[in-house]
């Protein structure tokens, strides 16, 4: 699990600024009066601004953090489901759909577990181009504290749906990963 946490945040690294990208591009399109022009107008404002380049990763300590945790709670729950099921070694109809179902409820668990760990770093991408006194957040711990004090530990999960619905892939690739270890057994 160490070994994939490293390697997920060493691509996260390079991949960071693209998902602040999105997530700023995507809070611009129903405001009516639009920021950014796209996404290197995004980008290169962001840079520009009180933090610099550094302003590209505002929250990505809770998004490894995240990450990681998300990814041992859906590998660690998928090998247990997967020696609980009495159709593991099954390459029938039946055999592969018990795995993508427990594959699916290793993914939903994951991402419902994780879900806080999304919502922070949302928060803290929203409010990177601000100046530290015009943040309402000072870090990952104060915008999880006031989320939870100001809106109530339901926040936390807002759009949490819509996410798991996003995992169906996730559980496809889970079996099909299994699948192919097993074909190379033999």
Request: aromatic fraction near 12%.
């Amino acid at each position: 699990m160490a070994s994939g946490g490293a390697a997920g945040a060493f691509s996260l690294t390079f991949v960071y600024p693209l998902d602040y990208a999105r997530t700023r591009l995507a809070s611009d399109v129903g405001t009516g009066k639009r920021q950014f022009s796209g996404l290197w107008d995004c980008l290169v404002k962001t840079a520009q601004g009180p933090k610099g380049m550094l302003g590209l990763y505002q929250g990505y300590g809770v998004s490894v953090v995240g990450n990681t945790f998300y990814r041992g709670v859906q590998f660690g729950l998928n090998d247990t489901i997967k020696g609980l099921n009495p159709w593991d070694k099954d390459a029938t109809v039946v055999g592969i759909a018990s795995k993508w179902a427990g594959a699916q409820v290793s993914v939903i668990a994951s991402a419902f577990a994780t879900y806080p760990f999304d919502t922070v770093r949302r928060r803290l991408q929203m409010q990177a181009d601000r100046a530290e006194a015009e943040r309402m957040y000072k870090g990952t711990v104060d915008c999880f504290t006031k989320i939870v004090r100001d809106e109530g530990a339901g926040a936390l999960f807002k759009g949490a749906g819509a996410n798991v619905l996003r995992g169906t892939g996730a559980a496809m690739v889970l079996v099909l990963y299994g699948e192919i270890q097993n074909y190379m057994k033999g």
